[in-house]
């Protein structure tokens, strides 16, 4: 199982970047796919995911309105949109998996902990 993301980089305030999750040597339907985010000295936080058999999607107070995640069925590919960056946005941003109900991707897909598959992670810095 592999998860590759891409599309971090550094831009100023009001800005926009698109990360993309590239998955691969799974199945990818029925699966919790999540974007999270780390800055220096917090904790991993829940951004935005995914449940790759609906299409259902949810985000986190913090970027309501600012981000979109969305998915390329075709391309086992999920991407997170993000418009009208702010400095706090910066952070190490990370694709993760996990072969889940629908049930789960709503109830508990916010928390890193239960994601079985990681990417490396994406850069993000907005000045």
């Known amino acids: 199982v592999q998860l590759v993301e891409s599309g971090g980089g550094s831009v100023q305030a009001g800005g926009s970047l698109r990360l993309s999750c590239a998955a691969s040597g799974y199945t990818y339907n029925s699966n919790c796919m999540g974007w999270f985010r780390q800055a220096p000295g917090k904790e991993r936080e829940g951004v935005a995911r995914i449940y790759t058999g609906a299409g259902s999607t949810y985000y986190a107070d913090s970027v309501k309105g600012r981000f979109t995640i969305s998915q390329d069925n075709a391309e086992n590919t999920v991407y997170l949109q993000m418009n009208s960056l702010k400095p706090e946005d910066t952070a190490m941003y990370y694709c993760?998996?996990?072969?889940?109900?629908?049930?789960?991707?709503?109830?508990?897909?916010?928390?890193?902990?239960?994601?079985?598959?990681w990417g490396q992670g994406t850069q993000v810095t907005v000045s």
């Open positions: 993760a998996a996990r072969r889940s109900t629908l049930f789960w991707c709503n109830d508990a897909g916010h928390a890193s902990k239960g994601y079985n598959y």
